[in-house]
């Protein structure tokens, strides 16, 4: 199983990103797709999260909102548009997978068996 996440960049405070995470594999492997992210000096974070059986998404409280992870299965990619973005929103993300996580362990980061690299986002302020 392969995630490769991409559409980081450099945005100003009130702007926008999106960003993919492409999987490939074994697409039972990928039931549930996860956005971390981690900021400098920080601990990696959870962000938003979607289960591709029944199509539930999970937010963090800082991200809800602004944040809107969404799938295209046909592409086996899942997204993550980012609004109202700001600096505070600086980081590193990750996406991750796993094939089966439960409600109570789906915002832990040690929950998901395959990562892939992660995309910097940098807002201005």
């Known amino acids: 199983v392969q995630l490769q996440a991409s559409g980081g960049g450099l945005v100003q405070a009130g702007g926008s990103l999106r960003l993919s995470c492409a999987t490939s594999?074994?697409?039972?492997?990928?039931?549930?797709v996860v956005w971390f992210r981690q900021a400098p000096g920080k601990e990696r974070a959870f962000v938003a999260a979607?289960?591709?059986?029944?199509?539930?998404?999970y937010y963090a409280d800082s991200v809800k909102g602004r944040f809107a992870i969404s799938g295209d299965s046909a592409k086996n990619t899942v997204y993550l548009l980012m609004n109202t973005l700001r600096p505070e929103d600086t980081a590193v993300y990750y996406c991750?997978?796993?094939?089966?996580?439960?409600?109570?362990?789906?915002?832990?980061?040690?929950?998901?068996?395959?990562w892939g690299p992660g995309t910097l986002v940098t807002v201005s302020s």
């Open positions: 991750a997978a796993d094939p089966a996580i439960g409600l109570s362990t789906v915002r832990l980061s040690r929950s998901y068996k395959y």
């Open positions: 594999g074994r697409t039972f492997a990928t039931q549930v």
């Open positions: 979607i289960r591709w059986s029944g199509g539930s998404t």
